[in-house]
Structures are given as structure tokens and as C-alpha cells.
């Protein structure tokens, strides 16, 4: 009975090592060596005062209220089904609140996570007069740097092109 309690931690302790130490460490060494953008979290820095201040991640969706500022997917989690009347009243409002012709759906639908960092192209492009308005920008502007923040591909039928919100709303700041 003590050899097998002896060998049994003996085990533990091994896989322990092996497992919580050295694959832990060799898979870090391999992130940061081959992919150190992703492994860190797609940190978005910038510049200021001699200082670098990290702005966002390009991987995580940021809020942006301002009229002025490209708008992402609400915040709020869904976990509602589709046909419910909670969430048709809440996509209702949101629909009031867009004050727009046509709204977007993903405008309206919040995600699963809650932190999706880019929407649909079509979504963008339906905000682009608004913030042109806002920004004193030509319409041609706003959009060109909407373009310049789509990310993903089309081939053939299959178009998974999306805008990262969070690239946008940095270039409008800078082009200011």
C-alpha cells in the first residue's frame, strides 16, 4: 500500500512538471516566437507624451458612444431566442434608437460574447453620412477609411468581410 501512495505521487508530481511546467512554457516560447501580435493579446499602442498608452485590442470589441465615432454591435449579452418577446422589444428600440431607413441587423442584435470587434460592411457604410455630418467630412472620406478597415475575404459566394470598428474610429482621430 505505501509503494503504490509513494509511486501515485511520484506520478502526480511528474505529470505535474511535465504538464503544468514545461508544455506551459514550450507553447508561450512558440507563441511569442512565431505569432508574438496574437499571443499578446493584438494590443493596439499608441504614442503620447513620450509614453506608450495601449488604446484597444484589435480582438475585442470597444464601446464608442459619440456621434462621431463608428458605432459596434450592442454590448449587452443575448442568450434570448430570436422569437421571444423580450428580445423583439429590445431590438424594437434599438431599431427607434438608430434613427436610420434602413437599420443594420447586426446594429440592433447584440452577440453571444458581447465583445465582437467588428460588424458588417453594410452596417459601417450605414453610419458613414453620420459621422461625415459630425466629423465636418466629406461622405467620400469617411468611407475611404471605412474601406481601409475591412478585414476577411470574398470568394465567390462566400463573403466573410467584416469592418474592425475599433481600426475606424483610431484613423478618424488621426485624419482630425
Known amino acids: ?6 509511486a501515485s505521487l511520484k506520478s502526480i508530481l511528474l505529470f505535474t512538471v511535465i ?4 508544455y506551459t512554457a514550450a507553447v508561450t516560447a512558440v507563441g511569442q516566437v512565431l505569432f508574438p501580435t496574437q499571443a499578446n493579446g493584438s494590443l493596439l499602442k499608441e504614442e503620447k507624451a513620450n509614453k506608450t498608452v495601449i488604446t ?4 475585442i470589441g470597444q464601446t464608442f458612444s459619440g456621434e462621431k465615432y463608428l458605432h459596434g454591435r450592442p454590448v449587452q449579452v ?19 434608437e438608430a434613427d436610420m431607413e434602413e437599420v443594420p441587423l447586426d446594429l440592433v442584435t447584440a452577440s453571444a460574447s458581447g465583445i465582437d470587434p467588428e460588424i458588417s460592411i453594410a ?21 475611404a477609411i471605412i474601406k481601409q478597415n475591412i478585414t476577411g ?13 475599433l ?5 478618424l482621430d488621426e485624419s482630425e
Do not use: F, H, W, Y
Not at 19 to 22: D, M, T
Not at 56 to 59: H, N, V
Not at 123 to 143: D, F, G, L, P
Open 1 to 6: 500500500m505505501k509503494k503504490i501512495m509513494i
Open 19 to 22: 504538464c503544468g511546467v514545461i
Open 56 to 59: 484597444g485590442s484589435k480582438l
Open 78 to 96: 443575448s442568450q434570448l431566442s430570436p422569437v421571444s418577446k423580450e428580445q423583439k422589444s429590445r431590438v424594437e428600440k434599438r431599431v427607434q
Open 123 to 143: 452596417a459601417a457604410m450605414a453610419q458613414a453620412n453620420r459621422i461625415a455630418t459630425t466629423r465636418n467630412m466629406k461622405n467620400s472620406e469617411v468611407r
Open 153 to 165: 475575404l470574398k470568394i465567390g459566394p462566400v463573403d466573410s468581410r467584416r469592418v474592425n470598428v
Open 167 to 171: 481600426g475606424v474610429n483610431q484613423s
